[in-house]
């Protein structure tokens, strides 16, 4: 941990300094209360470093939230042992892919029974926050229970023990972008009004007590719960394409879900602040956690330990050393093939911004978490699924 200043303090001990600067910025905002967290895997982001924690009185930054709306993680543990799965792992890569819509622009063409419940769920929920989610995205129901692509993605992975993990990773899909990219011109906008001049255009923030804060608070939660049904529809799936694989149900030993782009009030030092997660997850004491690594890397299955200073905070993922452009000139589709070697993946170049050496080493990242996250199970992959 150092402190850069009285309002920011830094847990990376890999770090760039336009990202100091950035976070720096950023603590300069007159609402910051007490200070930023920056978390071990922080790296630029818009507007707010992605992997900071950022408390704010009486205001919110819609770019400290992030565009993902709601992004995070969802694992189950199952009763399975790895060598229940045999050797046949790309018919159950498939299925998956079946499954799932994959990428960006790929949708449900019809909805499962369980997808329309929650469907349904989702609808009297924006119903109750007053707003229509087709006014900005017409296609959001058939959005629920797919993937997305980027640094998304499913897994079959196995724990120290051998016990089989399925593990996931998405968001609020288009629907949740739309609405934070709503969001975060409404604040610029503002910003303009009010003649108020900031370090960076996308550090706009929504006043407490406007009916635009209330109106980006309102359709933030909602895009929090998609994000959440989003994933316990894909997981539900993944489940049943696992055990048609392995020849019998599955039984849940265990199931974790996290959000790592998202704000909640929260007290912190005394008062109630509005804290956005950005690339963070929820680590207070006690409480259960996911943080994956890169492609082709270690994943943790984590509980918190309550670091105040931390504002009871993690990191939450390797964080990337490498923009996916300067990834793609850098590294080599051989590169690639040796470090998802022993993994079940589909082999393509356009996964080639995801190598795990774009991103920070997950093992340091988790060192320099050790007083924010105590480890209980250490995920290695078997099966890979992404998105071009």
Not at 66 to 93: F, S
Not at 258 to 269: A, G, I, L, S
Not at 355 to 383: C, F, G, W
Request: proline share 4%; aromatic share 8%.
């Amino acid at each position: 941990m150092e402190r850069v200043n009285d309002r920011l303090i830094n847990w990376a001990s890999l770090i760039e300094e336009g990202t100091l600067a950035q976070a720096r910025a950023a603590s300069t905002l007159p609402f910051i209360f007490p200070h930023i967290a920056l978390m071990p895997d922080a790296h630029l982001g818009k507007g707010a470093t992605v992997g900071s924690v950022i408390p704010t009185l009486g205001a919110i930054i819609p770019a400290a939230v992030g565009v993902d709306i709601g992004c995070g993680m969802a694992a189950v543990r199952t009763q399975y042992h790895r060598d229940d799965l045999g050797p046949h792992l790309a018919d159950l890569r498939t299925a998956i892919e079946r499954a799932v819509p994959l990428s960006a622009g790929s949708y449900n063409t019809v909805l499962t029974e369980t997808a329309t419940r929650r469907v349904e769920e989702l609808t009297v929920k924006a119903d109750k926050a007053g707003f229509d989610p087709g006014r900005y995205a017409g296609n959001w129901k058939l959005q629920l229970g797919t993937l997305g692509s980027g640094n998304h993605f499913i897994e079959v992975t196995a724990d120290e023990t051998g016990a089989v993990w399925l593990f996931l990773h998405s968001g609020s899909r288009g629907v949740g972008n739309k609405i934070a990219t709503h969001h975060i011109k409404v604040a610029q906008e503002a910003m303009k009004r009010w003649w108020i001049s900031l370090p960076d255009p996308d550090l706009a923030y929504l006043a407490e007590g406007t009916e635009e804060f209330w109106r980006y608070i309102r359709e933030l939660r909602w895009a929090q719960d998609f994000a959440l049904a989003n994933r316990d529809e894909m997981m539900d799936r993944v489940i049943d394409c696992f055990a048609a694989f392995v020849g019998g149900p599955v039984t849940e030993l265990e199931r974790v879900q996290c959000h790592h782009n998202y704000t909640e009030q929260e007290t912190h030092f005394g008062k109630k602040v509005w804290l956005s997660r950005k690339g963070a997850i929820n680590a207070e004491k006690g409480r259960p956690g996911l943080i994956p690594g890169s492609m082709g890397d270690a994943s943790y299955v984590v509980v918190g330990k309550g670091d105040p200073v931390a504002l009871n905070s993690s990191p939450h993922g390797a964080g990337r050393n490498y923009s996916r452009s300067k990834a793609r000139k850098t590294f080599t589709r051989e590169q690639l093939r040796e470090a998802m070697k022993g993994i079940e993946y589909r082999d393509t170049d356009a996964f080639l911004d995801e190598i795990p050496q774009a991103y920070k080493p997950i093992d340091v990242v988790m060192n320099d978490a050790d007083s924010l996250v105590e480890i209980r199970h250490t995920l290695r992959q078997i099966v890979n699924v992404k998105g071009d």
